[in-house]
């Protein structure tokens, strides 16, 4: 069974710091990992996708990387910002019998103040 | 130009009704899915059709049924509503994985609270 797990839980840091979210995953047979961003009340904003024949991804000051043979993915934030402030999701595209299942982290919950 | 559209926002209702959530893409995705997120926000998939037939169904009650006419379009209904089934309810959908594979889009959600 395929778990995901995100460290920390919780992140606050003042604006302008560089900053790291850990993923870690338990079955290395996955299509590809996806990370989210979901503000309060509000639904979930692809950020990255990695396949997995790729080892990282980078959008602005977002840069994704995957390790697949030790399950674990980093998401790394450059120069944040208060409107980086949101709960951070990785997820993994799990071989399912076959299928695809999206199977999600219990995700990172970031704040950053000005 | 909405990708991944749920209908309705909001929805509160008394134990015991009957309600359904339509949720439509325009992405030309095979696979449609239903997650719930819970009140600890935790997501975990519920549901998944590939071209209107159902592939996955993680031991969701009886009392929700999905259905797809299409593959644009996956709706979930459910019956005798209980006071747990409050939560977050999301859609959305993939592409077969390959040449032109984004990843999962998701609707922005359908909050249903039970009273």
């Known amino acids: 069974k395929q778990e995901v797990t995100q460290i920390p839980a919780a992140l606050s840091v003042p604006e302008g710091e560089n900053l790291v979210l850990n993923c870690s995953f338990t079955?290395?047979?996955?299509?590809?990992l996806q990370w989210f961003r979901q503000d309060p009340g509000k639904g979930l904003t692809s950020l990255l996708l990695?396949?997995?024949?790729?080892r990282e991804q980078t959008s602005g000051r977002l840069n994704a990387s995957l390790d697949k043979s030790s399950g674990r993915s980093t998401l790394y934030i450059a120069a944040s910002q208060p409107g980086d402030s949101a709960t951070y999701l990785c997820a993994v595209d799990h071989m399912n019998t076959g299928f695809q299942k999206l199977v999600f982290g219990t995700g990172t919950r970031l704040l950053v103040s000005p | 130009d909405t990708a991944v559209s749920q209908t309705p926002k909001y929805l509160v209702t008394q134990m015991g009704n009957d309600k359904s959530i339509k949720c439509e893409q325009n992405?030309?995705?095979?696979?449609m899915y239903w997650y719930k997120q819970d009140s600890k926000k935790f997501l975990k998939i519920m549901f998944s059709y590939n071209n209107k037939e159902l592939i996955i169904n993680e031991t969701v009650p009886n009392r929700f049924s999905p259905k797809s006419p299409d593959k644009a379009h996956l709706n979930l209904h459910i019956n005798s509503l209980e006071l747990g089934d409050s939560a977050v309810y999301f859609c959305a959908s993939s592409q077969d994985p390959g040449v032109g594979y984004y990843g999962y889009t998701f609707g922005s959600g359908t909050r249903l609270t039970v009273v």
């Open positions: 990695i396949q997995s024949s790729q």
């Open positions: 992405l030309g995705h095979d696979t």
């Open positions: 079955d290395s047979a996955i299509y590809n």
